[in-house]
């Protein structure tokens, strides 16, 4: 478990509750039920500005218990009009897949089949587990065969997601559609009066786009393809969402392959974090937008209380006039593809776009109606606690070259960093000149210390496992490498935009005894 007191009275309540047949993995595809058409006039199902046609969001099944079967296969799903997409989805899903349900303090039995005819891994992302249990680049999973992890939840109550970590196939059996939700309990958290019925009040929320060929297939261009054109959430084209009159969490994940998201809503309402990475902050954060990096999570309570039954919103994404540097800020908007336009291009780039279409519903019974005051009282590790300090540089990229670290670019034989079991370490990353990153380190929770370009945010203040370091600037984070120790099993740390990762931004440590 991570460092967190809190006295408790009494626990309450029994954590998430699933409400209908979702807890089976059933296959429920989603109906296109309207077309529209691009500048180019092209038809598609949908598209992500000035449309009145919407298709309802996906909410994926869940599963729960200690014991947990996941089979990754190749799919399809109806998109647009004309052939349906190749897609890969878990347990019969057609894009993405089951949401695990786990209680802190659980010892779980993973069973991960590959019905690929590629090898694959599945990481758990953010998990504090063995190296041997992590699904990086090192625990295969070839073709016809099933890896059998065991490991204890020690992490707090939060979101977190499994996805493939294969090395150079991550971005593309990511953008085929494999990942799923993780959704931790434990006792604090199920003790606060939070909206957690499942699909309800409580919804997750992946954030990802994609580029669609004339044959209606994925574009899977890691050189020039990394931003999609239409936004899916949960891998619904011009999603909407009825959510009851009453405060309302989304549990939201960043799933792109590279662009960050600037996140508010359309009336620019505010809204309140109450989770980072690695779980509850200590109390709620206003804010009217939040950054997300491609694998960052926050959880978001949004009170829709004063809404009329009836009304309508939208989350967005407000991506128009960042900085250079900034994911998805690059070149005008282009036509899809196929048709002339800069590399890194996309319909989407440097504009503001919808992502889920809200509409107000009657608030159910016992419906969460006021805001927390505090939610936990975490102890972040400082620099009084640091016993060793590193410096990490992002290298490379210049003339479209690919990045690396320290001018090493990934390598399965090579330790980029050793560290001592229990050392609290200083990591200073240092970003050069040429874009921004999304650095993600496995093991470990961290706690961001300081920028170099501004203060912390306070959204970005708990515990966290991936962070935005923008175009020449630094980010220093500190953590403490508990619990396990191996002289030949690495943990991963890298850019966690999938096509940086692949192409090399990614190293090794190891945590020794």
Known sequence: MLPRVRSLIAVVGAGILVVGTAMSCSTSANTLTNTSTNTNGTTNGGTNAGSSAYNDLRIPPTLQGTSFNLTLARTTKQFRSGAATDTYGYNGEQFWGPTLILNQGDSVQMNVSNALTDTTTVHWHGFHIPATMDGGPHQTIAPTTTWRPTFRVRNNAGTYWYHPHLHGKTYDQLTMGAGGFIIIKDPIESALQLPRTYGTDDIPLVMTSRRFLSSNQFS??????????????????????????????????????????????????????????GGLIDAPVGVTRVRMLPGERVEI????????????????AFNSGQTFGFPGNEGNPVTPSGNAGPINGSLLNNTDFPILHINVTAATAGAITTLPGSLTTNRYWTLADVTNSRTINITGGQAGGNFSFDNVFFDHGYINQTIKLNAVEKWTIVNNQIFGHSIHLHDIQFKIISRSGGPVEAYESGWKDTFYIPRGESVVVVAKFTDFASSTDTFMFHCHMSNHEDLGLMGQFLVVP
């Open 220 to 277: 899977k261009n890691i050189v020039i393809d990394n931003y999609g054109d239409y936004m899916l959430a949960n891998g619904t084209m011009n999603a909407q969402v009825s959510l009851p009159k009453q405060y309302v969490r989304l549990r939201m994940l960043n799933g792109e392959m590279e662009r960050a998201l600037n996140l508010g809503f359309s009336d620019n309402r505010t809204f309140y974090v109450i989770t980072n990475d």
């Open 301 to 316: 309570l949004v009170n829709l209380g004063s809404d009329a039954v009836g009304a309508s919103l939208d989350l967005k």
